[in-house]
């Protein structure tokens, strides 16, 4: 090992050694980006394969090394005015034409060579020079016209480079000088009242500029408003105009605090979580993403800077880390199946110990009031309430037992009842009366990077995980009807075969719910993903379940004061194997939609609709007692669920 005695002991590099290392490779990158030659070294980094996939790791002093020579060599060069209107081919000629002028007038010597042009944006430019001679005098010009023709007159401006973390860095500290947002894509009716608007919601706006850049051809899209830094803490991503009839007009919000994906060029999302980036990908290692819009940007900017100031006051040696994550989307396909019908039951109450609920609703959830349908070869649905003296509650807990289907065999059920602390965890009879079901479906859906579940913007922009009331445990048949009336039509839906239906008993607004959540693959053609997105739906990584995304979690909505941190105690419920976070379900999504043959499909029919019949007897029975249907038959087998076809929407109506 170099650096290292013949007895083990590790001796530093000195000064002198370091550089001439550092100067080696100052030279490795100016021939790479100067005459194209990438080395082949393997001490440039280190291949680390882990839970986030397989990866290279470039060497910290290396990178360094690199980001300094372009520091020294490279100028961003930004287009202006009538420059902006020119094509991109155009745009590097005129690069070049500037280049022609330095070249004959010798300003850097006869054996100058011409720089490489990197283009970053429609407007944006990386420029490479020769000599960091060359970097230095265009910096110190900061802006340079041309004409191309008597008439025309070109104008651009050169800045340094710098790395990307560093320029977010820079337009931050900017931003707190001199702050503005973007109204995006504003309505034909709403613009006459946006600059009065965004001054009685969010505050004084300084200057409002025209919604193009070139008046010869008008138009409307997004308008720049420039904005006192004292109005940051009041942006919201979203503006509503509401007009004398009620009609609203929805204007999208950005920021510097906002997201910007270079690859699409949009806001509230950036590269790593791009909609074009993710379809047709190979599926990728787990990331976790989050929410792009000012209102959460800013408020971790805010974050960030205090838990700074708190370490530095600490300890000078703790450094404020901050932390980046993306939001969104996923790799679609195109086939779906619904499943009609149900019957029998056998409950089994889930044995639990009882768990900490850290945070808000999760108190409000009693562990031993919820309940379980397992979707598997034969499934079952229905509650049964037990009755104890001295102020003993009802279980409600029922959980399905997967049995091997046999034509004309009857199925055997196993109850079993469990009570855990009844007088602090349970509901009590009066209470159970009063319990209004709820059905809440999440569609979950694969991505290269992992599994997503799907909620839908409001017309305020907050995002909202869509629920239903429903009078009886939902079957497959109406989970299918309810979700469509949530989400629309147009996508492809279907429970996840041997999935569980978890539900649990909350408590919000002085009452009882009980949330049923069945498990739905949702998928959708990858030309329909964009447009959806811009009708308000909104993707949400599994990974937020974990600790680390509590606060985003609670901005999701079921109910006005239960969150989709709920989710969390869903996923407790649910087997290790098969649950929000396991291969179970990210297999499931990407799994083939199979539809049996139509021998099965004909073979079943006339029985389940006979059964069908007698279970709509049971189940008004049931209701006229006032207790929760409870069938007495199986009718549905798994292969019979895959049988029925049909497709739900994603049109982004809440």
């Known amino acids: 090992m170099a650096n290292q005695t013949s007895n083990g002991r590790y001796i530093p590099p000195t000064p002198s050694a370091t550089t001439r290392a550092n100067d080696r490779l100052r030279?490795?990158?100016?021939?790479?980006?100067?005459?194209?030659?990438?080395?082949?070294?393997?001490?440039?980094?280190?291949?680390?394969?882990?839970?986030?996939?397989?990866?290279?790791?470039?060497?910290?002093?290396?990178?360094?090394?690199?980001?300094?020579?372009?520091?020294?060599?490279?100028?961003?060069?930004?287009?202006?005015?009538?420059?902006?209107?020119?094509?991109?081919?155009?745009?590097?000629?005129?690069?070049?034409?500037?280049?022609?002028?330095?070249?004959?007038?010798?300003?850097?010597?006869?054996?100058?060579?011409?720089?490489?042009?990197?283009?970053?944006?429609?407007?944006v430019a990386s420029y490479v020079a020769r000599s960091e001679q060359i970097a230095t005098w265009l910096l110190q010009q900061r802006e340079l016209k041309i004409k191309l023709q008597e008439t025309e007159e070109y104008v651009v401006s050169f800045k340094p480079w710098l790395p990307l973390q560093e320029l977010k860095e820079m337009k931050l500290q900017e931003a707190e000088l001199k702050f503005w947002i973007i109204a995006l894509r504003v309505p034909l009716d709403a613009y006459f009242y946006l600059r009065s608007a965004v001054q009685g919601v969010f505050g004084e706006v300084i200057e409002m500029h025209p919604p193009e850049y070139d008046r010869s051809r008008p138009r409307l899209m997004n308008v720049k408003l420039e904005m006192s830094p004292k109005v940051r803490g009041k942006i919201d991503d979203v503006l509503i105009i509401e007009s004398p009839a009620g009609e609203k007009w929805r204007v999208e919000i950005a920021s510097p605090y906002t997201n910007w994906c270079r690859r699409c060029r949009w806001y509230f999302h950036t590269e790593a979580n791009c909609l074009r980036t993710r379809q047709g990908e190979e599926k990728g290692a787990n990331a976790a993403v989050r929410s792009g819009g000012h209102k959460v940007r800013f408020f971790r900017h805010q974050q960030r800077q205090e838990q700074q100031v708190r370490n530095?006051?600490?300890?000078?040696?703790?450094?404020?880390?901050?932390?980046?994550?993306?939001?969104?989307?996923?790799?679609?396909?195109?086939?779906?199946?619904?499943?009609?019908?149900?019957?029998?039951?056998?409950?089994?109450?889930?044995?639990?110990?009882?768990?900490?609920?850290?945070?808000?609703?999760?108190?409000?959830?009693?562990?031993?009031?919820?309940?379980?349908?397992?979707w598997g070869s034969e499934w079952y649905e229905g509650e049964k309430r037990s009755q104890r003296s001295e102020g003993e509650c009802s279980s409600m807990l029922s959980s399905a037992a997967s049995k091997s289907p046999r034509k004309g065999e009857a199925l055997r059920g196993e109850v079993a009842s469990s009570f855990q602390d009844r007088r602090a965890d349970t509901v009590d009879r009066s209470q159970a009366e009063k319990v209004q079901r709820r059905l809440v479906p999440i569609l979950c859906t694969m991505a290269n990077d992992g599994v997503y579940f799907l909620a839908l913007a409001q017309a305020d922009g907050a995002p909202t995980l869509p629920s239903v009331d429903v009078d009886h445990s939902p079957t497959p048949s109406e989970i299918a009807e309810f979700t469509r009336s949530l989400y629309g039509q147009h996508v492809p839906i279907r429970l996840i075969p041997r999935s569980t239906m978890v539900s649990l008993i909350v408590e919000s607004g002085g009452r009882f719910y009980k949330l049923y959540f069945p498990l739905l693959d949702a998928r959708i053609p990858s030309e329909l993903a964009t447009p959806l997105t811009q009708a308000g739906v909104r993707w949400i990584h599994m990974f937020r379940l974990s600790d680390r995304f509590t606060e985003e979690l609670e901005l999701i909505k079921i109910l006005p004061d239960i969150s989709t941190l709920i989710l969390r105690n869903v996923n407790k419920k649910l087997q290790k194997d098969e649950d929000l976070l396991s291969p179970f379900l990210a297999k499931a999504l990407t799994a083939d939609w199979q539809v049996l043959s139509e021998s099965n499909s004909s073979r079943g029919s006339s029985r389940d609709r006979s059964r069908s019949s007698r279970r709509s007897r049971g189940t008004r029975a049931s209701e006229a007692e006032g207790d929760s249907p409870l069938p007495l038959e199986v009718v549905q087998s798994h292969s019979r669920i895959q049988d029925q076809t049909g497709t739900v929407g994603l049109d982004g109506q809440a």
């Open 27 to 123: 030279e490795a990158v100016g021939r790479c980006y100067a005459q194209g030659e990438c080395p082949d070294d393997a001490s440039l980094g280190e291949v680390i394969e882990d839970a986030e996939g397989k990866r290279f790791v470039v060497d910290g002093r290396v990178n360094a090394v690199k980001e300094e020579w372009l520091k020294d060599h490279t100028v961003i060069i930004t287009f202006l005015g009538e420059a902006r209107n020119l094509s991109r081919q155009i745009k590097e000629d005129l690069i070049r034409a500037y280049e022609d002028g330095w070249f004959a007038k010798k300003l850097f010597g006869a054996s100058a060579e011409r720089g490489r042009v990197k283009f970053e944006g429609a407007n």
């Open 312 to 374: 530095h006051s600490a300890s000078r040696s703790v450094r404020g880390e901050a932390v980046e994550a993306q939001q969104d989307v996923a790799d679609w396909a195109t086939s779906g199946t619904n499943s009609d019908n149900h019957g029998g039951r056998c409950n089994e109450p889930e044995q639990t110990a009882e768990r900490p609920a850290p945070h808000g609703e999760l108190s409000k959830t009693s562990n031993s009031s919820n309940s379980r349908v397992r």
